[in-house]
């Protein structure tokens, strides 16, 4: 059974930081690309950040740019997300995801095959 657990969520006030994981059972991040995206109450779900398995490629959306870092650690098939300086804005529930279809695009959150059920971030 495939599943995403993500974890690490939680209230911060501005400017603090947290460290979202994304830990991966019968599924190896070994495979093409992962990403995060989230939604903010009342909005749909947009894009945040991916990257390639291999590391050398990453893409940000411009409001994380320079204060979110995404990463993953291949032996522990676990996918990070380090966000710095929140901001209320950067409220929402956050999703991971994992193994883009063969088609897709690793902004849209629909196109990854295995995706996580989510963990609160609330920024005041």
């Known amino acids: 059974h495939v599943q995403l657990v993500e974890s690490g969520g939680g209230s911060v006030q501005a400017g603090g930081s947290l460290r979202l994981s994304c830990a991966a059972s019968?599924?190896?991040?070994?495979?093409?690309?992962m990403g995060w995206f989230r939604q903010a109450p009342g909005k749909g779900v947009e894009w945040v950040a991916s990257k390639h398995v291999d590391g050398t490629v990453t893409d940000y959306e411009d409001s994380v740019k320079g204060r979110f870092t995404i990463s993953n650690d291949g032996r522990k098939d676990t996918l990070y997300l380090q966000m710095n300086n929140l901001k209320p804005e950067d409220t929402g529930v956050y999703y991971c995801?994992?193994?883009?279809?063969?088609?897709?695009?690793?902004?849209?959150?629909?196109?990854?095959?295995?995706r996580g059920q989510g963990t609160q971030v609330t920024v005041s």
């Open positions: 995801a994992a193994d883009l279809t063969d088609a897709g695009h690793w902004r849209h959150f629909s196109d990854f095959r295995v």
């Open positions: 019968g599924y190896s991040f070994s495979r093409n690309c």
